[in-house]
């Protein structure tokens, strides 16, 4: 089905299990679907956080999460940098972003995201935005957006409005690259070629539909936009949590291990509330494998 039978594992965090990581690495931790928080050299971040029970419009209809987030909103850490790849209501989450307003040190955000956070009561002090090939520097941590192929808007009259965006985070000596959504594309290669020696990458794994092919990858393009990237490790992110589909809830992380096997692919697909630490090897596990 394709929503579980079975409870998601779910690995509690607390604050004082985040500030013992050590604060000389860099560590990538899965809150869910798309949502993460990074702890990158000591300062912490978040890449398209939702909190919320359901990612629509309102909160009694929509896509509802298949699990509890592994912390509550109100007990993490101070947030340095804040990223979102694009606007659309399973990345950009109005009560998480509007609880977080006056906390996060800075927001980086595609062109024209700008003025949807500013709605949900962000210091435009606080806020900046970037074309694609575009980035800054905060915190010690440098950012560049890059390309992606999807859409954007929150309504039906807004579509396209905004940009979206991956993107590409160097923290000292290693390379993060998150996705976003995004279907199959020649910019892989590109920013491969641009950024090369990616130690992690992010890859959207879900969600995908064969009517769909230009905005969601299936997980067969998901392996041929890694293998463009030539990047070291393959993270499987945009599943788990939300049905925003027709195929198996599972089926995506099936999908990608046979094919990683396949192709002599590092793959990682955490529990949700586990933290990788980029460069430090890991045995990954096939957690759904024995779920309904």
Known sequence: ??????????????????????????????????SHLLKLRGKYWLIDPVFSERVSPVQWFGPKRFHPSPIALEALPPIEGLILSHDHYDHLDRHTIETLALTVGRYFVPTGVGARLRAMKVPAE?????????????????????????FSGRSLTDRNSTLWASWVIQSGDQRIFFSGDTGYFPGFKQIGERFPGIDLALMENGAYNKDWPAVHMTPEETIRAFQDLQAKTLYSVHNSTFDLAFHPWKEPMERLAALAAQNNIDLATPVIGEVLTVGKPRQNQLWWAKLR
Do not use: K, M
């Open 1 to 34: 089905g394709t929503v579980p039978v079975d409870a998601v594992p779910v690995l509690p965090l607390t604050r004082a299990g985040l500030d013992a990581l050590d604060p000389a690495a860099n560590h990538v931790i899965r809150l869910g679907h798309s």
């Open 126 to 150: 606080r806020i900046q935005e970037f074309g694609w090939w575009q980035g800054g520097e905060h915190a010690g941590v440098q950012l560049t957006a890059a390309p992606s192929q999807h």
